[in-house]
């Protein structure tokens, strides 16, 4: 009887290849999930970065000042794809947030600068304050020039894409300086 001492060639090389395979395998599994780690990493910070300037929008329609020119209104214009509010109790001082192609623009009286890119929808409801609850404007997207001084309450939603995934972000906000208490 003849002892063995070692393995063959043969057995030798269907375990290396073998071990081959089960490292590729594994190495297949760790590239998918990095990227997909990476996907997610960015998908994040970028719907981070779409909610943030979507509340910067909100608040800074929250802190929209009445302006002793303008029939104490807040807002100067609204349309369903833009709005126009004072910074200050100067009839020259408006901020203007709406789309431009598929950017959402900030303008003011220093210019105008892209806040959001790829948004693919932009839309304001109004609301004013009747019998003390909120009741959306005549026509909810468009309030005429004798609700501009009313509006209590505005709603924003934008659909922005990035990744090649859509995202629909929105909020409600009640505006502080509106002169609406004062009309009841």
């Known amino acids: 009887m003849r002892l063995k001492r070692g393995a063959s060639l043969t057995e030798a090389l269907v375990a290396l290849m073998l071990s081959s395979i089960v490292v590729g395998g594994g ?24 909610r943030q300037q979507v509340d910067l929008l909100l608040d800074h329609i929250r802190n929209a000042q009445s302006c002793k020119d303008a029939d104490r209104a807040a807002i100067k214009a609204a349309s369903a794809t833009s709005i126009s509010y004072y910074g200050s109790d100067n009839v020259g001082d408006v901020i203007t947030y709406g789309l431009s192609g598929t ?4 303008s003011d009286s220093s210019g105008t600068k892209t806040v959001l890119d790829n948004v693919s929808k932009l839309e304001f409801t ?8 909120l009741t959306q404007t005549s026509n909810l997207n468009i309030p005429d020039q004798s609700e501009l001084p009313l509006l209590a309450a505005v709603k924003v ?6 990744d090649g995934v859509s995202r629909e972000l929105s909020g409600t906000v009640r505006l502080r300086n509106s002169p609406y208490k004062k009309r009841l």
Do not use: H, I, K
């Open 27 to 50: 190495f297949w599994v760790y590239l998918d999930s990095t990227s997909q780690s990476y996907f997610a990493e960015r998908y994040s910070d970028a719907e981070m970065d779409a």
């Open 103 to 106: 950017n959402l623009v900030r």
């Open 126 to 133: 109004y609301f004013v304050m009747s019998s003390g609850t």
């Open 157 to 162: 939603e934008a659909m922005a894409e990035f």
